[in-house]
Protein backbone atom coordinates (compact mmCIF):
# COMPACT_ATOMS: atom_id res chain seq x y z
CA UNK A 1 0.00 0.00 0.00
CA UNK A 2 1.19 3.49 -1.03
CA UNK A 3 1.64 5.61 1.97
CA UNK A 4 2.67 9.33 1.82
CA UNK A 5 5.27 11.51 3.71
CA UNK A 6 3.14 12.52 6.38
CA UNK A 7 1.63 9.27 7.56
CA UNK A 8 5.90 7.78 7.45
CA UNK A 9 8.07 8.81 10.46
CA UNK A 10 7.84 12.68 10.69
CA UNK A 11 10.59 14.32 9.57
CA UNK A 12 11.93 17.95 10.55
CA UNK A 13 14.74 20.27 9.04
CA UNK A 14 16.39 21.31 11.90
CA UNK A 15 19.23 23.43 10.66
CA UNK A 16 19.96 25.35 7.25
CA UNK A 17 23.45 27.29 5.69
CA UNK A 18 23.87 28.71 2.69
CA UNK A 19 27.06 30.30 1.01
CA UNK A 20 26.00 33.36 -1.40
CA UNK A 21 24.95 32.89 -4.41
CA UNK A 22 27.39 34.59 -6.63
CA UNK A 23 29.38 35.33 -10.19
CA UNK A 24 31.20 32.38 -10.82
CA UNK A 25 34.61 32.48 -9.47
CA UNK A 26 37.80 31.00 -8.65
CA UNK A 27 36.86 29.58 -5.12
CA UNK A 28 36.60 25.55 -5.90
CA UNK A 29 32.80 23.86 -5.08
CA UNK A 30 34.43 22.40 -2.33
CA UNK A 31 34.85 25.43 -0.47
CA UNK A 32 31.40 26.73 -1.52
CA UNK A 33 30.07 23.29 -0.24
CA UNK A 34 31.46 22.75 3.06
CA UNK A 35 30.91 26.77 4.28
CA UNK A 36 26.74 25.91 3.90
CA UNK A 37 27.43 22.43 5.45
CA UNK A 38 29.41 24.25 8.47
CA UNK A 39 27.06 26.83 8.52
CA UNK A 40 23.79 24.96 9.03
CA UNK A 41 25.60 22.42 11.49
CA UNK A 42 25.87 25.41 13.73
CA UNK A 43 22.54 26.47 13.33
CA UNK A 44 21.45 22.83 14.02
CA UNK A 45 23.88 22.70 16.88
CA UNK A 46 25.26 19.17 15.28
CA UNK A 47 28.53 17.93 14.56
CA UNK A 48 29.41 16.05 11.37
CA UNK A 49 30.12 13.24 12.79
CA UNK A 50 25.47 13.41 13.76
CA UNK A 51 25.17 12.98 10.05
CA UNK A 52 24.08 9.55 8.83
CA UNK A 53 23.81 10.25 5.14
CA UNK A 54 24.21 12.55 2.21
CA UNK A 55 22.38 13.77 -0.66
CA UNK A 56 24.30 16.18 -3.03
CA UNK A 57 22.36 18.22 -5.79
CA UNK A 58 24.34 18.96 -8.27
CA UNK A 59 23.90 19.34 -12.15
CA UNK A 60 26.55 21.09 -13.88
CA UNK A 61 30.01 20.66 -12.06
CA UNK A 62 31.60 16.88 -12.07
CA UNK A 63 30.45 13.82 -11.73
CA UNK A 64 31.48 11.73 -7.69
CA UNK A 65 31.85 15.42 -6.24
CA UNK A 66 30.60 14.25 -2.76
CA UNK A 67 33.22 12.78 -1.40
CA UNK A 68 35.87 15.11 -2.61
CA UNK A 69 33.76 17.38 -0.54
CA UNK A 70 32.40 16.33 3.01
CA UNK A 71 36.12 14.79 3.46
CA UNK A 72 36.57 18.58 4.74
CA UNK A 73 34.55 17.51 7.58
CA UNK A 74 35.98 14.63 8.96
CA UNK A 75 35.51 11.87 7.01
CA UNK A 76 32.89 9.62 8.72
CA UNK A 77 32.17 6.91 6.25
CA UNK A 78 28.23 8.02 5.87
CA UNK A 79 26.54 6.68 3.24
CA UNK A 80 26.70 9.89 0.25
CA UNK A 81 25.33 10.33 -3.38
CA UNK A 82 24.81 12.86 -6.06
CA UNK A 83 21.02 14.03 -7.22
CA UNK A 84 20.71 15.38 -10.36
CA UNK A 85 17.68 16.47 -11.57
CA UNK A 86 18.40 19.55 -13.58
CA UNK A 87 17.02 22.65 -11.97
CA UNK A 88 15.37 20.29 -9.24
CA UNK A 89 18.31 18.76 -8.15
CA UNK A 90 18.31 20.27 -4.97
CA UNK A 91 14.85 19.83 -4.33
CA UNK A 92 15.10 16.23 -5.05
CA UNK A 93 18.37 15.94 -3.14
CA UNK A 94 16.22 17.51 -0.21
CA UNK A 95 13.35 14.96 -1.01
CA UNK A 96 15.55 12.05 -0.66
CA UNK A 97 17.05 12.82 2.84
CA UNK A 98 13.71 13.31 4.00
CA UNK A 99 12.89 9.74 2.76
CA UNK A 100 15.44 8.28 3.84
CA UNK A 101 14.64 9.91 7.25
CA UNK A 102 10.98 9.32 7.06
CA UNK A 103 11.52 5.15 6.57
CA UNK A 104 13.77 4.95 9.85
CA UNK A 105 16.80 4.17 7.59
CA UNK A 106 18.49 6.87 9.45
CA UNK A 107 17.69 9.95 12.12
CA UNK A 108 20.14 12.65 10.75
CA UNK A 109 20.29 13.59 6.64
CA UNK A 110 21.85 15.99 4.93
CA UNK A 111 20.96 17.37 1.57
CA UNK A 112 23.19 20.31 0.42
CA UNK A 113 23.07 22.01 -2.81
CA UNK A 114 26.00 22.81 -4.40
CA UNK A 115 27.05 24.09 -8.19
CA UNK A 116 29.49 25.66 -10.40
CA UNK A 117 28.86 26.27 -14.30
CA UNK A 118 31.66 23.91 -15.32
CA UNK A 119 30.18 21.02 -17.41
CA UNK A 120 26.43 22.47 -19.02
CA UNK A 121 25.56 19.70 -21.37
CA UNK A 122 22.42 18.95 -23.31
CA UNK A 123 20.20 16.04 -23.32
CA UNK A 124 18.50 16.24 -26.37
CA UNK A 125 22.37 16.25 -28.16
CA UNK A 126 22.80 13.02 -26.47
CA UNK A 127 19.74 11.61 -27.78
CA UNK A 128 20.50 12.72 -30.66
CA UNK A 129 17.12 14.67 -31.14
CA UNK A 130 17.16 16.54 -34.12
CA UNK A 131 14.64 19.71 -34.66
CA UNK A 132 14.06 22.18 -37.16
CA UNK A 133 15.09 25.56 -34.61
CA UNK A 134 18.43 23.47 -33.70
CA UNK A 135 19.91 25.84 -31.15
CA UNK A 136 18.18 28.55 -31.43
CA UNK A 137 15.81 28.52 -28.47
CA UNK A 138 17.73 28.69 -25.37
CA UNK A 139 15.91 28.82 -22.38
CA UNK A 140 15.03 32.81 -22.60
CA UNK A 141 13.16 31.90 -25.92
CA UNK A 142 11.26 29.04 -24.43
CA UNK A 143 10.13 31.49 -21.60
CA UNK A 144 9.56 34.55 -23.99
CA UNK A 145 7.33 31.70 -25.73
CA UNK A 146 5.66 31.27 -22.90
CA UNK A 147 5.25 35.31 -22.05
CA UNK A 148 3.97 36.10 -25.52
CA UNK A 149 0.87 33.35 -25.34
CA UNK A 150 0.09 34.44 -21.74
CA UNK A 151 -0.19 38.23 -22.83
CA UNK A 152 -2.13 36.86 -25.58
CA UNK A 153 -4.32 34.80 -23.44
CA UNK A 154 -5.16 37.06 -21.03
CA UNK A 155 -4.04 40.91 -21.89
CA UNK A 156 -0.98 41.16 -19.63
CA UNK A 157 1.39 43.63 -20.76
CA UNK A 158 5.03 43.41 -20.76
CA UNK A 159 5.47 45.93 -18.02
CA UNK A 160 3.74 44.07 -15.46
CA UNK A 161 5.13 40.74 -16.47
CA UNK A 162 8.44 43.24 -15.48
CA UNK A 163 6.66 44.09 -12.28
CA UNK A 164 7.69 40.35 -11.03
CA UNK A 165 11.14 41.08 -11.45
CA UNK A 166 11.23 44.93 -9.60
CA UNK A 167 9.29 42.89 -6.42
CA UNK A 168 11.76 40.12 -6.01
CA UNK A 169 14.51 42.84 -6.61
CA UNK A 170 13.24 44.49 -3.14
CA UNK A 171 13.04 41.42 -1.50
CA UNK A 172 16.49 40.59 -2.96
CA UNK A 173 18.21 43.64 -1.91
CA UNK A 174 17.35 42.47 1.78
CA UNK A 175 19.15 39.08 1.29
CA UNK A 176 22.63 38.76 1.94
CA UNK A 177 22.84 35.38 0.16
CA UNK A 178 21.27 36.89 -2.72
CA UNK A 179 23.56 37.36 -6.09
CA UNK A 180 21.42 40.42 -7.78
CA UNK A 181 21.33 42.78 -4.24
CA UNK A 182 19.92 45.90 -5.34
CA UNK A 183 16.34 47.27 -5.81
CA UNK A 184 14.86 47.83 -9.26
CA UNK A 185 12.23 49.91 -10.60
CA UNK A 186 10.29 49.22 -13.37
CA UNK A 187 11.98 51.45 -15.53
CA UNK A 188 15.55 49.58 -14.94
CA UNK A 189 14.18 46.07 -15.83
CA UNK A 190 12.54 46.84 -18.99
CA UNK A 191 15.47 48.67 -20.22
CA UNK A 192 17.96 47.07 -22.65
CA UNK A 193 19.25 44.52 -23.19
CA UNK A 194 16.62 42.84 -24.56
CA UNK A 195 17.47 39.30 -24.60
CA UNK A 196 14.25 37.47 -26.53
CA UNK A 197 10.59 38.57 -26.87
CA UNK A 198 9.72 40.62 -24.43
CA UNK A 199 12.25 39.68 -22.03
CA UNK A 200 15.08 42.03 -20.99
CA UNK A 201 18.30 41.00 -19.05
CA UNK A 202 16.40 41.66 -15.50
CA UNK A 203 13.65 39.25 -16.23
CA UNK A 204 16.04 36.40 -16.76
CA UNK A 205 17.88 35.02 -13.45
CA UNK A 206 21.55 35.49 -13.77
CA UNK A 207 23.88 32.66 -14.17
CA UNK A 208 26.22 32.20 -10.92
CA UNK A 209 27.34 29.26 -8.89
CA UNK A 210 27.03 28.85 -4.68
CA UNK A 211 26.06 26.13 -2.16
CA UNK A 212 23.09 25.64 0.41
CA UNK A 213 22.60 22.95 3.03
CA UNK A 214 19.50 21.42 4.74
CA UNK A 215 19.66 19.27 7.73
CA UNK A 216 16.69 17.32 8.76
CA UNK A 217 16.05 14.77 11.83
CA UNK A 218 13.87 12.33 13.17
CA UNK A 219 11.82 13.29 16.61
CA UNK A 220 14.22 10.37 18.05
CA UNK A 221 17.27 12.45 16.78
CA UNK A 222 15.85 15.32 18.43
CA UNK A 223 15.21 13.95 21.88
CA UNK A 224 18.59 12.06 21.47
CA UNK A 225 20.87 15.08 20.19
CA UNK A 226 19.47 17.61 22.52
CA UNK A 227 18.23 19.95 19.36
CA UNK A 228 16.26 22.78 19.99
CA UNK A 229 12.28 21.72 19.01
CA UNK A 230 11.32 25.41 18.78
CA UNK A 231 13.26 25.96 15.96
CA UNK A 232 12.10 22.65 14.02
CA UNK A 233 10.07 22.43 11.07
CA UNK A 234 7.89 19.80 10.01
CA UNK A 235 8.61 18.53 6.48
CA UNK A 236 4.94 17.59 5.49
CA UNK A 237 4.90 16.36 1.85
CA UNK A 238 7.08 15.88 -0.74
CA UNK A 239 5.62 15.34 -3.81
CA UNK A 240 7.37 14.69 -7.45
CA UNK A 241 6.46 14.03 -10.89
CA UNK A 242 7.37 14.28 -14.22
CA UNK A 243 5.74 15.96 -17.85
CA UNK A 244 2.72 13.62 -19.51
CA UNK A 245 1.26 14.47 -22.60
CA UNK A 246 -0.75 17.89 -22.27
CA UNK A 247 -1.17 18.72 -25.65
CA UNK A 248 -1.40 22.71 -26.18
CA UNK A 249 -1.48 23.58 -22.36
CA UNK A 250 1.77 24.82 -21.52
CA UNK A 251 3.65 21.75 -19.78
CA UNK A 252 5.53 23.61 -16.76
CA UNK A 253 2.27 25.04 -15.75
CA UNK A 254 0.43 21.73 -16.23
CA UNK A 255 3.50 20.28 -14.31
CA UNK A 256 3.54 22.91 -11.29
CA UNK A 257 -0.47 22.02 -10.89
CA UNK A 258 -0.58 18.38 -10.82
CA UNK A 259 2.38 18.35 -8.30
CA UNK A 260 1.26 20.82 -6.29
CA UNK A 261 -1.85 19.41 -6.16
CA UNK A 262 -0.58 16.36 -4.85
CA UNK A 263 1.84 18.01 -2.58
CA UNK A 264 -0.84 19.76 -1.13
CA UNK A 265 -3.47 17.41 -0.84
CA UNK A 266 -0.92 15.00 1.21
CA UNK A 267 0.07 17.62 3.81
CA UNK A 268 -3.74 18.25 4.59
CA UNK A 269 -3.41 21.84 3.28
CA UNK A 270 -5.33 24.27 1.16
CA UNK A 271 -3.63 26.96 -1.35
CA UNK A 272 -5.15 29.99 0.95
CA UNK A 273 -3.28 28.43 3.80
CA UNK A 274 -0.15 29.13 2.59
CA UNK A 275 1.96 31.99 4.07
CA UNK A 276 5.44 31.93 1.86
CA UNK A 277 6.06 30.39 -1.32
CA UNK A 278 9.26 30.24 -3.03
CA UNK A 279 8.69 29.18 -6.47
CA UNK A 280 10.74 28.04 -9.75
CA UNK A 281 11.03 32.29 -11.13
CA UNK A 282 13.70 32.25 -13.61
CA UNK A 283 12.16 34.06 -16.11
CA UNK A 284 9.59 36.96 -15.07
CA UNK A 285 6.68 34.93 -16.79
CA UNK A 286 6.61 31.90 -14.94
CA UNK A 287 5.55 33.31 -11.60
CA UNK A 288 2.43 34.43 -12.73
CA UNK A 289 1.76 30.97 -14.80
CA UNK A 290 2.74 29.32 -11.25
CA UNK A 291 0.80 31.48 -9.00
CA UNK A 292 -2.30 30.82 -11.11
CA UNK A 293 -1.31 26.88 -11.62
CA UNK A 294 -0.47 26.39 -8.00
CA UNK A 295 -4.15 27.80 -7.49
CA UNK A 296 -2.85 31.20 -5.34
CA UNK A 297 -5.49 33.33 -7.43
CA UNK A 298 -7.48 32.95 -10.45
CA UNK A 299 -6.44 32.00 -13.81
CA UNK A 300 -5.28 35.15 -15.41
CA UNK A 301 -5.25 37.22 -12.43
CA UNK A 302 -2.12 37.14 -11.17
CA UNK A 303 -0.70 40.30 -12.96
CA UNK A 304 -3.38 42.46 -11.49
CA UNK A 305 -3.27 40.53 -7.71
CA UNK A 306 0.62 41.13 -7.74
CA UNK A 307 0.22 44.91 -8.58
CA UNK A 308 -2.19 44.81 -5.96
CA UNK A 309 0.50 43.54 -3.13
CA UNK A 310 -0.68 40.59 -2.81
CA UNK A 311 2.61 38.31 -3.15
CA UNK A 312 4.80 40.95 -1.46
CA UNK A 313 6.44 40.49 2.07
CA UNK A 314 3.52 41.56 4.12
CA UNK A 315 0.59 40.97 1.40
CA UNK A 316 -2.22 38.13 1.60
CA UNK A 317 1.20 35.18 0.55
CA UNK A 318 5.18 36.04 0.24
CA UNK A 319 6.11 34.42 -3.34
CA UNK A 320 9.80 34.54 -3.57
CA UNK A 321 10.75 36.45 -0.07
CA UNK A 322 14.41 35.55 -0.99
CA UNK A 323 14.21 37.41 -4.16
CA UNK A 324 13.40 34.17 -5.75
CA UNK A 325 15.58 33.06 -8.89
CA UNK A 326 15.73 35.95 -10.46
CA UNK A 327 17.58 37.86 -7.25
CA UNK A 328 18.57 35.35 -5.30
CA UNK A 329 19.38 33.58 -8.34
CA UNK A 330 19.84 30.17 -9.74
CA UNK A 331 23.14 28.19 -9.38
CA UNK A 332 21.25 25.12 -10.36
CA UNK A 333 21.87 22.16 -7.32
CA UNK A 334 21.71 24.70 -4.77
CA UNK A 335 18.40 26.37 -5.61
CA UNK A 336 15.97 24.03 -4.49
CA UNK A 337 17.95 23.92 -1.17
CA UNK A 338 17.93 27.34 -0.56
CA UNK A 339 14.34 27.86 -1.58
CA UNK A 340 13.82 25.25 1.87
CA UNK A 341 16.51 27.27 3.93
CA UNK A 342 14.46 30.86 2.68
CA UNK A 343 11.07 28.72 4.20
CA UNK A 344 12.27 27.52 7.27
CA UNK A 345 14.13 31.01 8.43
CA UNK A 346 10.45 32.31 7.23
CA UNK A 347 8.55 29.89 9.24
CA UNK A 348 11.06 30.06 12.39
CA UNK A 349 10.42 33.81 12.79
CA UNK A 350 14.18 34.28 11.82
CA UNK A 351 14.37 35.86 8.56
CA UNK A 352 15.24 39.75 9.83
CA UNK A 353 14.16 42.60 7.28
CA UNK A 354 12.39 39.76 4.72
CA UNK A 355 10.03 38.61 7.60
CA UNK A 356 6.82 37.74 6.44
CA UNK A 357 4.56 38.21 9.70
CA UNK A 358 2.87 35.02 11.11
CA UNK A 359 4.55 33.10 8.57
CA UNK A 360 3.20 29.26 9.11
CA UNK A 361 2.52 26.79 6.01
CA UNK A 362 5.13 27.06 3.28
CA UNK A 363 5.75 25.38 -0.02
CA UNK A 364 8.41 24.90 -2.27
CA UNK A 365 8.76 24.62 -5.81
CA UNK A 366 11.35 23.90 -8.66
CA UNK A 367 10.69 22.38 -12.45
CA UNK A 368 13.59 21.17 -14.21
CA UNK A 369 14.45 20.36 -17.88
CA UNK A 370 12.64 17.10 -18.84
CA UNK A 371 10.53 18.22 -17.37
CA UNK A 372 10.54 17.03 -13.86
CA UNK A 373 8.70 18.97 -11.13
CA UNK A 374 9.43 19.35 -6.64
CA UNK A 375 7.32 20.48 -4.47
CA UNK A 376 7.43 20.47 -0.98
CA UNK A 377 5.07 21.88 2.06
CA UNK A 378 6.62 22.34 5.49
CA UNK A 379 4.68 23.91 8.98
CA UNK A 380 5.83 25.36 11.55
CA UNK A 381 3.45 23.66 14.55
CA UNK B 1 20.00 22.27 -56.15
CA UNK B 2 18.50 22.07 -53.39
CA UNK B 3 19.63 19.17 -50.75
CA UNK B 4 17.41 19.37 -47.08
CA UNK B 5 20.26 20.77 -44.38
CA UNK B 6 18.00 17.67 -42.09
CA UNK B 7 16.70 15.12 -44.61
CA UNK B 8 15.15 13.37 -41.65
CA UNK B 9 12.69 16.12 -40.70
CA UNK B 10 11.61 17.08 -43.75
CA UNK B 11 11.40 16.25 -47.70
CA UNK B 12 13.42 17.90 -50.14
CA UNK B 13 11.92 17.22 -53.77
CA UNK B 14 8.78 19.56 -53.80
CA UNK B 15 8.61 23.31 -54.17
CA UNK B 16 7.01 23.66 -50.84
CA UNK B 17 8.26 21.92 -47.82
CA UNK B 18 6.91 18.46 -46.32
CA UNK B 19 7.46 17.64 -42.92
CA UNK B 20 8.60 13.89 -42.00
CA UNK B 21 6.43 12.98 -39.09
CA UNK B 22 5.17 9.57 -37.61
CA UNK B 23 2.09 8.51 -36.49
CA UNK B 24 1.55 5.95 -33.40
CA UNK B 25 -1.07 2.99 -35.15
CA UNK B 26 -2.03 1.91 -31.76
CA UNK B 27 -3.25 5.16 -30.09
CA UNK B 28 -3.00 7.65 -33.09
CA UNK B 29 -1.10 10.32 -31.79
CA UNK B 30 1.09 12.28 -34.61
CA UNK B 31 4.58 13.27 -33.99
CA UNK B 32 7.04 15.89 -35.80
CA UNK B 33 9.60 15.91 -35.12
CA UNK B 34 9.36 12.13 -35.63
CA UNK B 35 9.91 9.90 -32.48
CA UNK B 36 11.70 7.12 -32.16
CA UNK B 37 12.05 4.11 -30.32
CA UNK B 38 8.16 4.12 -28.51
CA UNK B 39 5.30 6.21 -28.58
CA UNK B 40 4.93 8.81 -25.64
CA UNK B 41 1.32 9.34 -25.12
CA UNK B 42 0.40 5.39 -25.04
CA UNK B 43 4.32 3.20 -24.74
CA UNK B 44 3.64 1.28 -28.27
CA UNK B 45 6.43 -0.12 -29.68
CA UNK B 46 8.93 1.54 -32.38
CA UNK B 47 6.94 -0.85 -34.64
CA UNK B 48 3.80 1.14 -34.00
CA UNK B 49 5.33 4.28 -35.08
CA UNK B 50 5.03 4.35 -38.92
CA UNK B 51 6.45 7.47 -41.26
CA UNK B 52 3.29 10.25 -42.34
CA UNK B 53 4.28 13.26 -44.53
CA UNK B 54 2.99 16.14 -43.19
CA UNK B 55 1.91 19.22 -44.72
CA UNK B 56 4.13 22.62 -43.45
CA UNK B 57 1.30 24.84 -42.51
CA UNK B 58 -0.62 25.64 -39.11
CA UNK B 59 -1.73 27.72 -36.89
CA UNK B 60 1.08 30.35 -35.10
CA UNK B 61 0.50 29.18 -31.12
CA UNK B 62 3.42 31.91 -29.82
CA UNK B 63 6.22 33.90 -31.17
CA UNK B 64 9.18 35.61 -29.23
CA UNK B 65 11.69 37.53 -31.56
CA UNK B 66 15.15 36.50 -30.78
CA UNK B 67 17.36 39.63 -29.71
CA UNK B 68 20.34 37.82 -28.33
CA UNK B 69 21.74 34.55 -29.41
CA UNK B 70 25.37 32.76 -29.07
CA UNK B 71 24.72 30.27 -31.35
CA UNK B 72 25.80 30.61 -35.61
CA UNK B 73 22.16 31.93 -36.74
CA UNK B 74 22.89 35.72 -36.65
CA UNK B 75 20.05 37.75 -34.56
CA UNK B 76 17.69 38.81 -34.77
CA UNK B 77 14.95 36.18 -35.63
CA UNK B 78 11.92 35.09 -34.63
CA UNK B 79 10.89 31.80 -33.40
CA UNK B 80 7.41 30.67 -33.82
CA UNK B 81 5.08 27.48 -32.17
CA UNK B 82 2.78 26.19 -34.65
CA UNK B 83 0.18 23.97 -34.08
CA UNK B 84 0.35 22.11 -37.57
CA UNK B 85 -3.04 21.46 -38.88
CA UNK B 86 -1.81 17.60 -38.86
CA UNK B 87 -1.79 18.53 -34.75
CA UNK B 88 1.28 18.28 -33.25
CA UNK B 89 2.69 21.36 -31.74
CA UNK B 90 6.02 22.80 -33.04
CA UNK B 91 8.59 25.43 -33.22
CA UNK B 92 10.12 26.12 -36.28
CA UNK B 93 11.86 29.90 -37.27
CA UNK B 94 9.60 32.70 -39.40
CA UNK B 95 10.86 34.40 -42.58
CA UNK B 96 12.57 37.31 -42.76
CA UNK B 97 9.57 38.81 -44.68
CA UNK B 98 6.99 37.43 -41.79
CA UNK B 99 7.36 40.07 -39.34
CA UNK B 100 3.99 40.75 -39.49
CA UNK B 101 2.74 37.53 -38.50
CA UNK B 102 0.85 37.39 -35.26
CA UNK B 103 -0.59 34.81 -32.38
CA UNK B 104 -3.50 33.04 -34.73
CA UNK B 105 -1.87 33.88 -38.16
CA UNK B 106 -2.35 31.05 -40.93
CA UNK B 107 0.95 30.07 -41.80
CA UNK B 108 3.10 28.00 -43.91
CA UNK B 109 6.84 27.01 -45.05
CA UNK B 110 9.05 27.94 -47.84
CA UNK B 111 12.46 27.03 -48.47
CA UNK B 112 15.07 29.13 -47.25
CA UNK B 113 18.79 28.85 -47.87
CA UNK B 114 21.20 27.73 -44.95
CA UNK B 115 24.27 27.41 -47.06
CA UNK B 116 25.12 27.14 -50.82
CA UNK B 117 28.65 24.70 -50.97
CA UNK B 118 31.58 25.60 -53.21
CA UNK B 119 29.69 23.37 -55.95
CA UNK B 120 26.66 25.84 -55.99
CA UNK B 121 24.19 23.19 -54.14
CA UNK B 122 22.07 25.01 -51.73
CA UNK B 123 21.31 23.68 -48.37
CA UNK B 124 17.98 24.82 -47.20
CA UNK B 125 15.90 24.24 -44.58
CA UNK B 126 11.77 25.11 -44.12
CA UNK B 127 10.91 28.57 -42.63
CA UNK B 128 7.59 29.70 -42.10
CA UNK B 129 5.34 32.60 -43.59
CA UNK B 130 1.99 34.10 -43.68
CA UNK B 131 -0.20 31.46 -45.97
CA UNK B 132 -0.85 33.16 -49.36
CA UNK B 133 -4.52 32.64 -48.76
CA UNK B 134 -3.88 34.56 -45.62
CA UNK B 135 -4.62 38.51 -45.35
CA UNK B 136 -1.50 40.47 -44.98
CA UNK B 137 -1.63 43.27 -42.16
CA UNK B 138 0.35 46.23 -42.90
CA UNK B 139 0.95 47.35 -39.16
CA UNK B 140 4.71 47.07 -39.07
CA UNK B 141 7.11 44.77 -37.76
CA UNK B 142 6.56 43.11 -34.34
CA UNK B 143 8.40 43.55 -31.19
Redesign the interface.
Known amino acids: MRTPLAQLRPVHVVGVGLHPYQRPSGTPYTQLGVHSVRAALTDAGLRWSDVESAYTGTAVTSMALSRLMYRHLGASGIPMVQVENASASGSSAFRQACMEVAAGLCDVAIAVGVDKPLNVTDPQRAAG ?10 PP ?1 HF ?6 YM ?1 DYGATPEQLAAVAVKNSRNGALNPNAQRREPRTIEEVLAP ?6 LTQLQCCPIGEGAAAVIVASDDAIARLGLDRTRAVRVLSSAARSET ?1 Y ?2 ENFDAALTRETTEQALAEAGVEATDLDVVELHDAFTVEELLYVEAMGLCKPGRAATALEDGEFEIGGRVAVSPSGGLLSMGHPIGPTGVGQVAEVTAQLRGEAGERQHAGARVGLTHMVGLGAVCVVHVLRKD | MKIPDQSTLYEGIADRPRLRGNACSACGRVYFPPLAIGCEKCGASETHLRPESLAASGTVYSLAQVHLHRGKTPAPFTIAEIQLDAGPLIRATLAPAAAHVRIGDRVSAEWAVVRTEDNGDELVEPVFTASSTAAVTTNGAHS
Open positions: LQNLVGDRVATALLAARHPQISGTVDL
